[in-house]
């Protein structure tokens, strides 16, 4: 029970923790800059929903959880950033005596610190070209060994993974008056803890957003409403335990994610659906059924 | 003997302190300057306030208004302190932006 349960919600929750930074996109990162000495922060709620058991579990799975993001500016291209989650993660399943059980934690997530650094821009008048890499780390500041009256949780209910795992990736994005976008590859090196070793994540996410209103822009700064279209494909590696790779772990996903976003100076106001398109996971991993997000943003 | 008029040397003084408000309403605060800067690169609400904090933070500036669609952004100060452009340049390069040119 606990190698498969653990290996079957690897496909439920691998990426579900969004690398999710200031900028435009609501699913991924921009190579926007935050002003030197200045902060700026995010805070974004989401509901997951993942389902379609293959086997006789009938297994579902829902995550609510928040994201907070501050940024900072060191310089006009070099910004640093700190995530941390707050997750309640719940699961039924049907256990082989016919009884339909819940398990579930709440509380605080695996974090991420990461810095970016702009190498390339191209500022003209009312557009940006900018390329920016980034570098970090996901934290183990989640607990990793809970347990219930069913004993120790899978490992992909858990809150945290209990390792330390270097990330890094490249943004390129190109803004204009009247739409942006962004495009983001990144890779995650997952180690061991606890004696699994989920599988390396890479990601390709793309991010356009359009100006739909207002149609003039007037003589000052007026909010801009921006209709989104995301895309989010993700490929994860089969995990191991016990140096054994786990048949029903990891694969490939892809979402198209459509959504709204209210700009001004001072804040942002958004929200955004992921929806999967194409999903090709190992073994008797659950699928995504859907992903919410909303979310505020603040420039102090 | 010369017999002072009741009022007269405030009603002299008032007539001073008017010309003096005129004078100031007429010529704006001493040495106040404005400077229109250009900046490449500004394309969304959320970045130009970053612009904006930046040149707020120059010594004597008042008012700092951006025209998103021109890319224009007006620096009004009120306190003598003229602004080089060199200082300008820098506090939009803080920013992550580019300073095209100021007027």
Redesign the interface.
């Known amino acids: 029970m606990f190698v498969v349960s653990r290996a079957v919600m690897a496909g439920i929750c691998f990426f579900g923790m969004t690398l999710v930074v200031l900028g435009?996109p609501q699913t991924s990162n921009t190579a926007?800059?935050?002003?030197?000495?200045?902060y700026v922060f995010r805070q974004q709620v989401f509901y997951k929903e993942a389902g379609n058991d293959p086997g006789p579990g009938n297994r579902e799975v829902d995550v609510l959880g928040s994201l907070s993001v501050l940024g900072y500016?060191i310089?006009?291209?070099l910004s640093v950033f700190g995530v941390l989650p707050l997750l309640d993660k719940k699961l039924a399943v049907t256990l082989p005596g016919g009884a339909r059980v819940k398990r579930g934690t709440s509380g605080i997530g695996d974090g991420r610190l990461f810095a970016r650094y702009?190498v390339f821009?191209d500022?003209?008048?009312?557009?940006?070209f900018r390329i920016a890499p980034f570098a970090g780390i996901k934290l183990p500041t989640g607990k990793s060994r809970q347990a219930d009256s069913l004993g120790l949780l899978p490992a992909t209910l858990q809150l945290g993974s209990g390792s330390w795992d270097p990330f890094a990736g490249l943004i390129v994005t190109y803004?204009?008056?009247d739409y942006?976008f962004d495009l983001q590859a990144s890779y995650k090196l997952n180690t061991k803890s606890n004696g699994l070793e989920f599988g390396d994540e890479a990601r390709l996410d793309g991010s356009l957003q359009y100006r739909i209103w207002p149609r003039d822009?007037?003589?000052?700064?007026?909010?801009?409403l921006y209709g989104v279209l995301e895309g989010n494909l993700l490929n994860q590696a089969k995990s191991k335990a016990g140096g054994v790779e786990i048949a029903s772990s990891g694969g490939r996903q892809l979402f198209a994610a459509p959504g709204l976003q209210y700009?001004?100076?001072?804040w942002?106001a958004e929200a955004i659906v992921q929806i999967p398109v194409f999903q090709d996971l190992n073994g008797a991993a659950l699928e995504d059924n859907y992903t919410v997000r909303a979310g505020m943003?603040f420039?102090f | 003997m010369k017999t002072a008029r009741p009022g007269g040397n405030s009603g002299n003084l008032l007539t001073v302190l008017a010309l003096a408000v005129a004078f100031w309403f007429a010529a704006g605060p001493a040495n106040a300057e404005t400077y229109t800067l250009?900046v490449?690169?500004?394309?969304?609400?959320?970045?130009?306030?970053?612009?904006?904090?930046?040149l707020r933070k120059l010594a004597g500036v008042n008012e700092v208004?951006?025209?998103?669609?021109n890319?224009t952004i007006q620096v009004k100060t009120d306190t003598g302190n003229k602004l080089s452009k060199v200082e300008l340049e820098a506090a939009v390069?803080?920013?992550?932006?580019?300073l095209?040119s100021v007027n």
């Open positions: 435009a926007l800059p935050v002003a030197e000495g200045e500016g310089t006009g291209d702009t821009k500022n003209a008048p009312g557009r940006t803004q204009t008056l942006q822009l007037g003589n000052f700064v007026p909010g801009f700009v001004t100076r001072r942002i943003r420039n | 250009r490449d690169g500004l394309a969304c609400p959320f970045c130009s306030y970053g612009i904006e904090k930046q208004i951006t025209n998103i669609k890319g390069k803080r920013s992550g932006f580019t095209r």
